[in-house]
Nanobody, 121 residues
Framework: QVQLVQSGGGSVQAGGSLRLSCAVT????????MAWFRQRPGMLRELVAG???????TYADSVKGRFTISRDNAKNTVDLQMNNLKPEDTGVYYC???????????????WGQGTRVTVSS
């Protein structure tokens, strides 16, 4: 069974840094785009950063210059380095990946289990 397993996160004061990691477990045929989303209290889930596997990266305006997405295709992992964190970054962060399990299967999006990030002022 293919899963995304997240690690990292936690609590930090404003201005601090955290790093989130996400790894694909299980056998897959191909891995395409990977991204990080977050769901802040009382808000819908939103895209934070995405990596389209060699085409480029994208960031939400609110995190540009502070967050960096990076992936290791050899390990099927994606990280999110978060610097200069602000209280409004508080939320649950989810990893997302666009995978193809076998050569004959369709591409499908899968989600990690979620990681809580709390930034205090």
């Amino acid at each position: 069974q293919v899963q995304l397993v997240q690690s990292g996160g936690g609590s930090v004061q404003a201005g601090g840094s955290l790093r989130l990691s996400c790894a694909v477990t299980g056998s897959i045929f191909s891995l395409n785009a990977m991204a990080w989303f977050r769901q802040r209290p009382g808000m819908l889930r939103e895209l934070v950063a995405g990596d389209t596997n060699g085409v480029g990266t994208t960031y939400a305006d609110s995190v540009k210059g502070r967050f960096t997405i990076s992936r290791d295709n050899a390990k099927n992992t994606v990280d999110l380095q978060m610097n200069n964190l602000k209280p409004e970054d508080t939320g649950v962060y989810y990893c997302n990946a666009d995978v193809r399990r076998t050569a004959l299967s369709n591409r499908a999006g899968i989600w990690g289990q979620g990681t809580r990030v709390t930034v205090s002022s």
